[in-house]
């Protein structure tokens, strides 16, 4: 199998690396030609070694070359990687790509363009780096009715908020100095902001539950708002706070209509995880993703999210996944149903306002007598059942005071806090977060 590789940038370089040197790699490894690698410079110094005349600035030859099986998109962006994809599927050529901001985007119009063409488009490397959990979810758990798909699906993200919770830092500081070490982009809002996340949450539960959708339906809030006191705070009451991702079936599965089968919850924002939950421990640069199906239970992937051989580990996989198909040769091209997405609905997505979460909200309020019981009064007003109620310290002249919620409502929490902010009594409302 020949291939041609757009970008030798992170991913690239450790793509190039592994197919250069298949020596104790599976046998199918040493079949895979890389054939052409296209940059954007050709004077760039390159950690791997490129023979002269297969380096070239001319990426629509690459897509267009008869002679070139599958061409790996690693140049990341939108265009012209977008355009790239198509056009090499338009050749008939099957594409694999780490770009999760382009599928998540474009998902509808590469899968059907690739679907009428018989090619795969395979994205092992778009999430969770070099975690195999695009063939799992694709493959090994089909069999499985999944419920959720919950994870730390950005290394840098979880980096600051390690830190964070190691050193009482605040995040600004931690996050000039995470960008410092190289852990954190110099423009960091994609992963900061929770979109990097939402696009990946949005490939994975399309996998999980079979359908598309539309990336402007997933709930994403970033960490900027997350402060040393909240962390401090979480952990006295046995918690950590991690970005989470979160897919979730809503309901309970009904046998006599596949439609109620489709209503998801999206979302991706700060959340407080229990020490005791196998996500409170994923630490540092890792990821983790945890799915929950039936008869499986739940299963837990961990690993290095992003990096240079771990990414070029998943794109590899691919490949091999791809060579597999062509040598076995059973089935038509791109009509393996284990390999091809083949969704054609969009997935309904609950509005926020009607999610069931439970919550964290730190108040700074006047330290006077009758102003806790106001506060459950209006909870209660709104039917929101308060799980604990603490005056934790001052913050210069007032009380703090910190309450987490039974299960409730968005919509009725967010209309019994927009009453407090009102409250004379009531200075500000420090923070919310949502608590797993
Ligand atoms: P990178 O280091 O910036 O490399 C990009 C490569 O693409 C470079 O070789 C660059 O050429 C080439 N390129 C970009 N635009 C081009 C253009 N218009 N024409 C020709 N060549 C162009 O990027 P990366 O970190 O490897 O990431 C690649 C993709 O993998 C992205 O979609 C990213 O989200 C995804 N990903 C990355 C990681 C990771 O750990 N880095 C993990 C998971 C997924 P020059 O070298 O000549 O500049
Ligand atoms: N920027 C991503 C992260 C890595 O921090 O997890 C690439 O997906």
Known sequence: MRVGLLGLGTVGSGTAKILLDPAHRHPLVGQIEL???G?????????????????????????ADPTIDAVVEVMGGLEPARSLILKAIAHGKHVVTANKAVIARYGDEIFTAANQAGVYVLL??????????IQPL?????????HAVTGIINGTTNYILTRMQREGGDFEPILADAQRLGYAEA??????????????????????????????????????????ADIAYAERLGFVIKLLAIARREGEFDE???????????????????????????????????????????????????GEGPTASAVVSDLLNLAANVRAGTTPQGTNPLLACSHQHYCKVSPMADIVSRFYVRLL???????????????GRHQVSLE??????????????????????????????????????????????RVL
Request: hydrophobic share 45%; with cysteine; glycine share 8%.
């Open 138 to 146: 694709k493959q090994a758990l089909g069999v499985n009715r999944i």
């Open 256 to 306: 006599s209509s596949d439609e109620a089968l489709d209503q998801l919850q999206l979302r991706v924002h700060p959340t407080l995880v229990p020490v005791s939950h196998p996500l409170a421990s994923v630490n540092d640069v890792y990821n983790a993703i945890l799915i929950e199906g039936d008869p499986i239970g739940q299963v837990m992937f961990f690993g290095p999210g992003a």
């Open 388 to 433: 604990s109620i603490v005056q934790i310290g001052q913050h210069e002249t007032r009380a703090e005071i910190v309450i987490v919620s039974h299960e409730v409502t968005e919509a009725k929490f967010q209309t019994a806090l927009d009453e407090l902010r009102d409250y004379a009594e009531i200075h500000s409302v420090a923070s919310v977060l």
């Open 35 to 37: 054939a052409k690698v």
């Open 365 to 379: 309020a006047e330290d006077a007598p009758g102003v806790i019981g106001k506060l459950g009064t209006c909870f």
């Open 187 to 228: 423009d960091p809002s994609a992963d900061v902001d929770g979109l990097d996340a939402a696009d990946k949450i949005a490939i994975l539960a399309s996998l999980a539950f079979g359908g598309r959708i539309k990336l402007s339906e997933v709930y994403s809030e970033g960490i900027r708002q997350v402060t040393a």
């Open 39 to 63: 940059v954007r410079s050709l004077d760039k110094p390159r950690s791997v070694a490129i023979e002269g005349d297969c380096l070239t600035t001319d990426l629509e030859s690459i897509v």
């Open 124 to 133: 092992e490397a778009a999430v969770a780096g070099g975690i195999p959990v």
